[in-house]
């Protein structure tokens, strides 16, 4: 059973404009929730996180919400630009101290000119 | 820079071949990861190790084994490589009790 969920599996978007990703998650106990960027051949790297004792952060052009009520996460890129074109992964961890993290599928995000 | 090293960028190997795939970070990490990435599937969890020696399964080590003797590195290894392991192997690395982790680039695997 997938406990996270990214169901949108690509978004195109014009430069400039904003971008929101979207994540649901099943399993009430996570607590903390990271975001990722992967671009071809290459590793993802972390981009943002939130812990459930907030509802929001931000990092320059990003922003993650988090609805604990609807289990619900969702990443704001703005403005958009072209290099932002990637794949972005949800992924949630159990509060715990060796507690690894579970992935989305991945939404695959395309930023045109 | 801090880094997650992995040896080969692209292997091709024939089936029924034993595979090491290697994985050294430079952080003085605890713990060690390894996921495949297929298209439509995300990140899968293979193994996992928080410590030297150490390890546990994740969602899908049927076919895999691990390695890890030293602190830095955290070997994969492919029994007998099938053409349904082809896929991108990324290794990871992180601090004990810290959610976060540092990917290396990957491997892409071709089993033919």
């Known amino acids: 059973d997938q406990q996270v969920k990214q169901n949108s599996p690509s978004l195109s978007v014009q430069e400039g404009r904003i971008s929101i990703l979207n994540c649901d998650y099943t399993n009430s106990m996570f607590d903390y929730f990271l975001w990722y960027k992967k671009y071809p051949a290459e590793g993802p790297t972390f981009l943002i996180s939130?812990?459930?004792?907030?509802d929001k952060n931000e990092d320059g052009r990003f922003t993650v919400f988090l609805n604990k009520s609807a289990k619900h996460l969702s990443l704001h890129i703005v403005p958009s630009q072209p290099g932002d074109s990637a794949v972005y992964f949800c992924a949630a961890s159990l509060n715990s101290g060796y507690s690894t993290l579970t992935f989305g599928k991945g939404t695959m995000l395309l930023v045109s000119p | 820079d801090v880094k997650v090293t992995q040896s080969s960028r692209y292997l091709v190997k024939r089936t029924g071949e034993k595979v090491f795939l290697e994985c050294v970070q430079d952080m003085d990490h605890e713990n060690m990861f390894w996921y495949r990435q297929d298209p439509g599937l995300g990140l899968r969890l293979i193994y996992f190790s928080y410590d030297v020696k150490m390890k546990e399964k994740g969602d899908i080590p049927e076919g895999y084994s691990v390695s890890r003797e030293k602190k830095e590195r955290f070997s994969l290894i492919l029994e007998s490589a099938s053409t349904n392991q082809t896929s991108m192997y990324l290794c990871?690395?992180?601090?004990?009790?810290?959610?976060?982790?540092?990917f290396g680039s990957g491997t892409r695997l071709t089993v033919v």
């Open positions: 990871a690395s992180s601090f004990g009790g810290r959610p976060g982790y540092t």
């Open positions: 939130i812990s459930s004792i907030k």
